[in-house]
């Protein structure tokens, strides 16, 4: 079974996330910049003497297809591990099945696909 893996973390924990992920040899990984907000709706600001709402917050999206339900579990203790502050707005992890996958270059399927090679 194929895995997905996507965590939405705060923008200065991009180091520490990719750091722990490498150290669990996760192989291939895809990394967004993302904007969005959660339960606390954003946050205000002053700008200008000004009292700003600010909705959306900037966030790193990593997205990690995984070969099994056990390095999906590792997977997602590395980078709960390396993204937690503690503080409203660390993120979130989602997990989700993958129906298939192929490999561009060699037309590779499933778990082969997803595996590293030359």
């Known amino acids: 079974m194929m895995l997905k893996v996507e965590a939405i973390v705060r923008e200065e924990k991009f180091e520490d996330v990719k750091s722990a992920l490498d150290a669990i040899s996760v192989n291939g990984l895809t990394v967004s910049q993302v904007m969005g907000c959660g339960v606390q709706r954003g946050y205000k600001e002053v700008v200008r003497g000004v009292e700003v709402d600010l909705k959306m917050r900037p966030k790193i999206k990593f997205e990690i297809v995984v070969s099994s339900e056990e390095w999906a579990e590792k997977t997602i203790d590395a980078i709960q591990k390396a993204a937690y502050t503690g503080e ?7 997990c989700y ?22």
């Open 88 to 94: 409203p707005g660390d993120g979130k992890i989602f």
């Open 97 to 118: 099945e993958i129906k298939s996958a192929l490999k561009i270059r060699t037309g590779e399927t499933g778990y082969d696909a997803i595996q590293a090679t030359n």
